[in-house]
C-alpha cells in the first residue's frame, strides 16, 4: 500500500528511461566496433590534435560524472525555494538528467573513436557511464529514500 503523495507510476517510469539509457552506450560501442572492423574512421587527426581532444573530452566527461551524482541532490536543495511540487514528478526529472549526464560520458568515448583514439582510451569512458547508470539505476530503496528528503527539504524540516 503506498502512501497518498506516491505515485508508483514514476517509478517504473523512471526505470524504463533508464533501461532506454542504458543501453545507448551499448549501442555507441557496436557503432564503434563495425567502424573499426571495416577500417573506416571518418576522422584523422595528428596525435596532437586527438590528445588534446582526449583531454578535453576527458575533463568533460570528469564533470558529467560529478554533475550526474549532484543532480537528484540539486532537485531536493530547489524544492526548498518554490512552491510545493510533486516529489515523484521532480525525481522522475532529476533522474533523466542525471541519465543523460552519465550518457554523455559515453558519447565522449563514441566521438574519440571515430577521432581514430585506439581501444585503451575509450573503454574508460564506456565502462565509467555503464557503472554510473547501474549504481544508480532507480529501485524503491533509493526511490523512497528520495522522497523523504524531497519532503523535508520542501517542509523546511531536517
Not at 105 to 128: A, C, D, H, R, T
Request: hydrophobic share 50%; with cysteine; net charge positive.
Amino acid at each position: 500500500m503506498t502512501p497518498a503523495n506516491e505515485d508508483p507510476r514514476y517509478l517504473r517510469k523512471a526505470r524504463l528511461i533508464s533501461l532506454a539509457f542504458l543501453a545507448a552506450p551499448l549501442v555507441y560501442i557496436g557503432i564503434l566496433v563495425i567502424v573499426h572492423l571495416s577500417g573506416t574512421v571518418s576522422v584523422e587527426l595528428d596525435n596532437g590534435t586527438l590528445n588534446l581532444f582526449t583531454v578535453v573530452l576527458l575533463v568533460l566527461g570528469a564533470f558529467s560524472l560529478i554533475q550526474g551524482f549532484l543532480f537528484p541532490r540539486r532537485v531536493i536543495r530547489m524544492a526548498r525555494n518554490r512552491a510545493p511540487t510533486n516529489a515523484d514528478q521532480s525525481i522522475y526529472g532529476a533522474q533523466i538528467l542525471r541519465y543523460a549526464c552519465f550518457e554523455a560520458i559515453s558519447i565522449y568515448g563514441l566521438m574519440l573513436g571515430i577521432l581514430g583514439s585506439k581501444l585503451p582510451i575509450l573503454v574508460p569512458f564506456f565502462v565509467v557511464s555503464l557503472v554510473a547508470m547501474v549504481a544508480t539505476f532507480p529501485n524503491e530503496d533509493r526511490w523512497r529514500s528520495m522522497r523523504t528528503e524531497f519532503n523535508q527539504a520542501g517542509t523546511g524540516t531536517h
